[in-house]
């Protein structure tokens, strides 16, 4: 969405990432101003997809680029309202489907109510807007809230190299010849 608003070219936001660029527009944004539905509603799963969401935020962006007669890669005069009305879908979006997860969880004595923590890391738990959500879930259920110091909250890329790294160290399902694979782009 970051890319798409072209948040590199906003005075405010041309040395963020994208997530802290949203962040940074949806705390002066109105979020009411435009309102996505929920992704996989008629799901009753604890499964996250955001694809669905993301095209519905980007035929807003491309009506609203009409209604202001900009072309794509200009900015929007609501572009602070479009990063607090997704900020806000993709929280609700995270804590709706991460509270039937802990449903889930308890209803199969996975877990119990009691010390009971849910864990939040990587690159949505340094937003803050998701993490105050998902911390009143925690209270609300009973439940301890963890979450790394948004310094430490890195996209999960660095991980998995990092268990790449291990696991060629270890000798554990590492392809030492490529012949076969096909490689493409997204």
């Not at 935020?57 to 309202?81: F, P, R, T, Y």
């Amino acid at each position: 969405v970051a890319r798409r608003l072209s948040l590199r070219k906003h005075p405010e936001c041309h040395s963020m990432a994208g997530g802290q660029a949203i962040e940074h527009l949806a705390q002066t944004g109105n979020q009411e101003l435009l309102t996505f539905p929920l992704p996989m509603q008629q799901y009753r799963n604890c499964d996250f997809s955001f694809s669905g969401l993301q095209n519905l935020v980007n035929n807003a962006i491309v009506q609203k680029e009409k209604e202001e007669g900009i072309q794509e890669g200009e900015i929007l005069s609501c572009v602070k309202d479009v990063a607090a009305a997704v900020q806000h879908a993709v929280a609700v979006h995270i804590i709706q489907r991460t509270y039937r997860a802990m449903l889930f969880c308890i209803k199969n004595s996975i877990l119990t109510s009691k010390n009971a923590t849910l864990v939040v890391s990587g690159g949505v738990a340094s937003n803050q807007y998701i993490r105050e959500g998902l911390q009143k879930l925690a209270d609300a259920n009973n439940f301890a809230l963890l979450c790394p110091p948004p310094r430490l909250c890195t996209d999960n890329g660095v991980m998995i190299a990092w268990n790449g790294i291990e696991r060629l160290r270890a000798g554990l399902g590492v392809l030492h010849s490529t012949d076969g694979i096909r490689y493409e782009p997204k």
